[in-house]
Each structure stands twice: as structure tokens, then as C-alpha cells.
């Protein structure tokens, strides 16, 4: 339909509906002239008259009671459609993406989305489990969740998380036969197990103590590309982990596991999450990001 005609039938519809040209020119913000000469062009391109007028009354024919009936209803549709679309305007909808690593995902982000996301039905999360630094604008993800010190300096970043710190955990059954390590110089007579990163390399382990730093590539006969796999690894005796310490403090407690190194692990900052600014004005991202903030 081409736009002058669509006019003319939104013209034509609101002077039925209002029960005179002054009244309907009045809604729609147009002279009862100009809106008079729009009905005529119609029925002139319809080829029958739509209304009949007199000085005291006006009244639709029956080829006008027609077209009333038929698109009148259509026109309802679009203006509550129209309406729905305005109330959006200050509505969380949409689908979030997020990447981060298996730790942050488990220990931060399910634990705080699940808990409210009941509250915003129209908004839809999705987790991509990645350890690598993901470009996030080129892989079309909304935010990213990383270390503090990890973060992009053209990244906003907002801490979701306390600091963290790693342990170093090994079974009972694993220390029956080996002495514990005293120094991280230690670790290379032990059988460490490893964390495979995308890039290809294996995870350092990192220690500080007393202002000294200590950086090891550790080795050993099992590598996963998971944290969840490295823990397993530990409680069946198969060497030595490096994993982030909430994931080992209930096993520590319940005996199943051992810590060494403890005075070597120092803690550092804890996970933000980072996205560009120029996502800010998604309503969506904005509550993802309130419920994610860390309060302490």
C-alpha cells in the first residue's frame, strides 16, 4: 500500500470513529480542510463514496461501513503493538553473553544470576566456558569475566567477586608415599598435575611469600583443560593440584585432601567483569551487571 494511501485510510477510520471531521482533525492533528480533501482523494481511488455528508450528519455507505469494519481493527492492533514496543523503553529484555573460565562461571556468576533471574523472565543468559582471553567485541559477547588484573585498560570493569587465592592440594594416599613440599622449589619431585590452556601451554603455578615471587611450569603424568578434572584428579591420588582454594576447602576439612604451601599463596584480585563502554545502554546488560556487583 503506498504511504499516501495508508494516510488517507487512517484519516478516513478516525473520522468514523470521532463522528466528524473537526473532531477527528483535532486527534490528529491536522485542518478538517486538509482532512476532508484526503477522504475525497480516497474515495476518488476507490471509485466509490465512502461517506455520505450533509450539513446536519454524516454516515458511512455501505462500501464505507466495509472498510471501516475491515481495517479499523487493524489499525487497534498497531497502536496497542506500537504502545508495547514504547513500554520496552525502560524494560530489561534480551539475550546476554557471557565468557569466562569454569571457576567464575560455577563460583560467581550461577550462584548470583540464579538466585534473581526468575525476576527478569525476558532476559536470556548464555555462558560460554572459555579460558582463553576472548575478544569479546569480535566474538559478539556482551561482557567477559576475567582477573582484575587481566583486564584491558579500554575495558570497563566492574569487581564481581573477593579476592582469590590458590591451594595447593594433594590426597592422603598421594603423601603416604612422598614427602610434603616445604618451598615451591619442592615441586619438582612431585607428580603436578596440570591445566591445559587454549593457547596451548600449560598453566604456571605462581607463589609469593615475603615480597619474593616464584613462578614454576610444573609436570606430571595427568593435564586437563578444566579445574573440575584437576580436583578429581587430587582426591584419587593422582598427584598434586593447583586450584582455586573454595573449590578444595570442603574436601581439606572433610580429610580428603591436604594443603602445602599455604603461607606461598597469596591472594590477589578477585574476577571483574569487563565489557566496551558503548554496551551500556542495554537495559538487559545493566541488570546483569547491578546483580553481579560485589558488595562487601
Same mark, same amino acid.
Given at each position: ?27 490528529? &492533528? ?59 523503553? &525502560? ?128 609436570? &606430571? ?76
Amino acid at each position: 500500500m503506498a504511504l499516501e494511501t495508508f494516510n488517507d485510510v487512517l484519516g478516513f477510520v478516525q473520522v468514523v470513529r470521532a463522528g466528524s471531521f473537526t473532531r477527528a482533525s483535532a486527534e490528529l &492533528g491536522v485542518s478538517p480542510s486538509a482532512l476532508s480533501h484526503a477522504v475525497r482523494a480516497l474515495e476518488t481511488r476507490l471509485g466509490v463514496r465512502l461517506l455520505t455528508r450533509t450539513t446536519r450528519r454524516m454516515a458511512t455507505t455501505e462500501a464505507g461501513e466495509r472498510l471501516f469494519n475491515s481495517v479499523a481493527p487493524r489499525f487497534e492492533d498497531i497502536d496497542a503493538e506500537v504502545a508495547a514496543i514504547k513500554a520496552l523503553r &525502560g524494560k530489561p529484555i534480551g539475550t546476554i553473553r557471557l565468557t569466562a573460565a569454569e571457576h567464575a562461571a560455577n563460583s560467581v556468576l550461577w550462584p548470583k544470576l540464579s538466585r534473581v533471574m526468575r525476576d527478569y523472565p525476558d532476559i536470556k543468559v548464555e555462558i560460554s566456558i572459555d579460558y582463553a582471553m576472548s575478544d569479546i567485541v569480535a566474538q559478539r559477547f556482551d561482557a567477559g569475566v576475567r582477573m582484575g588484573d587481566q583486564v584491558a585498560k579500554d575495558m570497563i570493569a566492574v569487581r564481581i567477586g573477593p579476592d582469590l587465592r590458590m591451594a595447593v592440594v594433594g590426597s592422603p594416599a598421594y603423601f603416604a608415599a612422598r614427602a610434603q613440599p616445604a618451598f615451591p622449589e619442592d615441586l619438582a619431585r612431585h607428580d603436578c598435575i596440570s591445566l591445559r590452556l587454549p593457547h596451548g601451554g600449560v598453566l604456571a603455578w605462581d607463589f609469593e611469600k615475603d615480597g619474593r615471587t616464584a613462578q614454576f611450569r610444573v609436570s &606430571g603424568q595427568w593435564v586437563f583443560n578444566n579445574s573440575s578434572s584437576i580436583l578429581r584428579a587430587a582426591l584419587a591420588g593422582c598427584g598434586l593440584a593447583f586450584v582455586p582454594e573454595d573449590m578444595a576447602l570442603e574436601h581439606i576439612a572433610a580429610g580428603r585432601l591436604v594443603r602445602v604451601l599455604d603461607d606461598w599463596c597469596a591472594p590477589y584480585p578477585g574476577y571483574h567483569l569487563y565489557y566496551p563502554s558503548r554496551r551500556q545502554s542495554s537495559s538487559a546488560l545493566a541488570v546483569i551487571v547491578d546483580v553481579l556487583r560485589h558488595r562487601e
